[in-house]
């Protein structure tokens, strides 16, 4: 309809006008009219594009081989130059983009891409905008969505987090085994200063294996001295606690 002087232009839209071959105006959404066969249309959509980056094998810097696929999201913000200044801006914007990214990841060591994803992703989008501002487009985001890892370096991936894993079990258990020994070196000490406390732990013991299954308990010698010697602990303090207690007799004057 624009041959016939009349156009609509979507919200989404801004329509650029070419004047016997030159840019007149640019329209703004809404009904437009144009003198029929001297103007002529083309539309424009500002709304964000979303465009795969197909997977590439790249070389990283420490010589492994992964594949990468990417996403970018662009828009058109300047209408008559991203007629004018190029021919396809997708096209382009695709094109730039693979080798962008095959650039900076090839830059990069493989520690580096697995672990800094997003530094990535933002030195790529800096690079692709620089490049699309003359193309009158803005780049809005460019994110890594695909690392493929070879298979041996994913089982020497594998093996190396194993490892870590084991170590830092290995260290917990000597923590672990430290702190025991410090608590047992504390309880040491006290039955050195309290021997009866020892006997006192042997019987708790026993009372604990009796509770738990029904069997028969063989008592050492060194266990029947342990027994001799609370039997003698307890007479002795059983007779002090005796002679506490006797009454004591006033004597009769002569």
Same mark, same amino acid.
């Given at each position: 309809?624009?041959?016939?002087?009349?156009?609509?232009?979507?919200?989404?839209?801004?329509?650029?006008?070419?004047r +016997?071959? %030159?840019?007149?105006?640019?329209? =703004?959404?809404?009904?437009?009219?144009?003198?029929? *066969?001297? !103007? #002529?249309?083309?539309?424009?959509?500002?709304?964000?594009?979303?465009?795969p980056?197909?997977?590439?094998?790249?070389?990283?810097?420490?010589?492994?081989?992964?594949?990468?696929?990417?996403?970018?999201?662009?828009?058109r913000?300047?209408?008559?130059?991203?007629?004018?200044?190029?021919?396809?801006?997708?096209?382009?914007?695709?094109?730039?983009?693979?080798?962008?990214v095959?650039?900076?990841?090839?830059?990069?060591? +493989?520690? %580096?891409?697995?672990?800094?994803? =997003?530094?990535?992703?933002?030195?790529?989008?800096t *690079?692709? !905008? #620089?490049?699309?501002?003359?193309?009158?487009?803005?780049?809005?985001?460019?994110?890594?969505?695909?690392?493929?890892l070879?298979?041996?370096?994913?089982?020497?991936?594998?093996?190396?987090?194993?490892?870590?894993?084991?170590?830092?079990?290995?260290?917990?258990?000597?923590?672990?085994?430290?702190?025991?020994?410090d608590?047992?070196?504390e309880?040491?000490?006290?039955?050195?200063?309290?021997?009866?406390?020892?006997? +006192?732990?042997?019987?708790?013991?026993?009372? =604990?294996?009796?509770?738990?299954?029904?069997?028969?308990i063989?008592?050492?010698?060194?266990?029947?001295?342990?027994?001799?010697?609370?039997?003698?602990?307890?007479?002795?303090?059983?007779?002090?606690a005796a002679?506490r207690?006797?009454?004591?007799?006033?004597?009769?004057?002569?």
């Amino acid at each position: 309809m624009s041959s016939l002087g009349v156009a609509i232009v979507r919200q989404y839209e801004r329509g650029v006008v070419f004047r +016997l071959g %030159r840019i007149r105006v640019v329209r =703004e959404p809404g009904l437009r009219f144009m003198i029929p *066969i001297v !103007d #002529r249309m083309r539309k424009v959509s500002l709304r964000t594009v979303t465009m795969p980056i197909p997977s590439q094998q790249i070389i990283t810097r420490d010589n492994v081989s992964i594949g990468v696929a990417a996403v970018a999201y662009f828009r058109r913000v300047d209408p008559v130059r991203s007629i004018v200044a190029i021919e396809n801006v997708e096209s382009a914007i695709n094109q730039i983009a693979q080798t962008t990214v095959r650039n900076v990841v090839g830059r990069s060591t +493989l520690d %580096r891409v697995l672990s800094e994803t =997003e530094t990535l992703n933002e030195a790529i989008k800096t *690079i692709l !905008d #620089r490049t699309s501002e003359t193309w009158g487009v803005l780049v809005e985001m460019v994110e890594l969505k695909d690392i493929e890892l070879p298979q041996s370096m994913q089982r020497a991936m594998a093996r190396e987090a194993e490892a870590e894993r084991e170590k830092r079990g290995k260290i917990i258990a000597a923590e672990g085994e430290a702190l025991s020994a410090d608590k047992l070196a504390e309880a040491a000490d006290v039955m050195a200063r309290h021997p009866i406390a020892l006997q +006192l732990r042997n019987l708790q013991v026993l009372s =604990e294996i009796a509770i738990e299954r029904n069997s028969t308990i063989i008592f050492p010698a060194q266990l029947m001295d342990s027994f001799t010697a609370l039997n003698s602990f307890v007479g002795r303090e059983s007779g002090a606690a005796a002679d506490r207690a006797e009454p004591v007799l006033p004597r009769m004057a002569r």
